[in-house]
């Protein structure tokens, strides 16, 4: 199954410019993956895919990769992020997630765990 990119015009526009300001930890994570980094798997940043932004996407592995700062601690944004989870699922797509502070910290940890999905030590969804 092929996932669907996303070519809303505001959606992309958006993503242009979150690429621009990206939080510290994307940063940081960004500087991990970006130019094949990370055994060779290509990431693109903040990209539109099955009606959502993904902070850093693996099209080749289906893997969305997803940065939260402390708002995803709200219980409304929690339920949220479990539904979109289930959609990307649904589309085919895992999607990992960290928090800001595991990035920034141990970003070495964060970039195994990763490697790890993409070497498929983890079950797919």
């Known amino acids: 199954m092929q996932v669907p990119r996303d070519h809303d015009r505001h959606r992309l526009k958006f993503a242009r410019e979150m690429r621009g300001?990206?939080?510290?930890?994307?940063?940081?994570l960004w500087r991990v993956l970006r130019l094949k980094g990370l055994a060779g798997h290509r990431f693109r940043r903040q990209r539109c895919v099955g009606g959502y932004i993904l902070d850093f996407y693996c099209a080749t592995h289906r893997l969305a990769v997803e940065v939260d700062g402390g708002q995803h601690n709200d219980p409304a944004q929690?339920?949220?992020?479990?539904?979109r989870t289930v959609k990307l699922n649904e589309l085919g797509i895992s999607v990992l997630r960290f928090w800001d502070d595991d990035v920034l910290k141990h970003t070495d940890v964060v970039a195994e765990e990763i490697l790890g999905h993409l070497q498929g030590r983890k079950p797919p969804p």
């Open 21 to 28: 300001q990206p939080t510290d930890a994307e940063a940081k």
């Open 78 to 83: 929690a339920e949220y992020d479990q539904l």
